[in-house]
């Protein structure tokens, strides 16, 4: 396991952008499959989007496809989801996930989670 820590939350109006960072000091973080997850109060973990070991392929729920951007930095150890034309909806804590074998978009095939960043879009 890696220990993970987000960053870039907070609060902003509808039609903004906010970048979310995720960074582990852990020397082996282009070995994970890296995962943006996101959760609302009495909800499931919804999968957000997801990016392979070398960055080389990403994928994206529906309903963020064309808003958002995965990306990684394995030098910085760092995975990014740039959130753009937020929406009200969009509102939610947003948790970045680890997995060694490979990247999913189901959050039980992640081992390793941090301890979330909310993000708040107000209309």
């Known amino acids: 396991q890696v220990q993970l820590v987000e960053s870039g939350g907070g609060l902003v109006q509808a039609g903004g952008s906010l970048r979310l960072s995720c960074t582990t000091s852990?020397?082996?973080?282009?070995?994970?499959?890296m995962g943006w997850f996101r959760q609302t109060p009495g909800k499931e973990r919804e999968f957000v989007s997801s990016i392979t070991r070398s960055g080389g392929s990403t994928s994206y729920a529906d309903s963020v496809k064309g808003r958002f951007t995965i990306s990684r930095d394995n030098a910085r150890n760092t995975v990014y989801l740039q959130m753009n034309s937020l929406k009200p909806e969009d509102t939610a804590v947003y948790y970045c996930a680890a997995a060694y074998s490979g990247t999913y978009s189901q959050a039980e095939l992640y081992e390793s989670w941090g301890q979330g960043t909310q993000v708040t879009v107000s209309s």
């Open positions: 852990g020397r082996t973080f282009s070995t994970y499959g």
